[in-house]
Nanobody, 118 residues
Framework: QLQASGGGLVQAGGSLRLSCAASGSLISVNNMAWYRQAPGNHRELVARITSVGVTTYADSVKGRFTISRDNAENTMYLQMSTLEPGDTAVYYC??????????????WGEGTQVTVSS
């Protein structure tokens, strides 16, 4: 139900934009978020956005990353700027969704690899 895209290889100081689209018939989407997991590390929250656009960021990305969403398209974005090698990780999108007539559930997309070279 969630499809992430936009990862790749970029040099330090560069930018990337990740997208995450929620699909399915007549679904409602509540909070959406990006997480990341580097090798040997736990999965960590990068940024979260509520259905009305309230955002939260990890301290490590404040001022460099911007999360946004298009509610009409059930799509979330992560604009990443001034990337650092420490941002290298697999990025996962997460959302709380409810199909028509169904119940709210927490879903994850497949990760997209972001690699920042020094």
């Amino acid at each position: 139900q969630l499809q992430a895209s936009g990862g790749g290889l970029v040099q330090a100081g560069g930018s990337l934009r990740l997208s995450c689209a929620a699909s399915g018939s007549l679904i409602s989407v509540n909070n959406m978020a990006w997480y990341r997991q580097a090798p040997g590390n736990h999965r960590e929250l990068v940024a979260r956005i509520t259905s009305v656009g309230v955002t939260t960021y990890a301290d490590s990305v404040k001022g460099r990353f911007t999360i946004s969403r298009d509610n009409a398209e059930n799509t979330m974005y992560l604009q990443m700027s001034t990337l650092e090698p420490g941002d290298t990780a697999v990025y996962y999108c997460n959302a709380v969704v409810r199909p028509s007539g169904g119940t709210w559930s927490d879903v994850w997309g497949e990760g997209t690899q972001v690699t920042v070279s020094s």
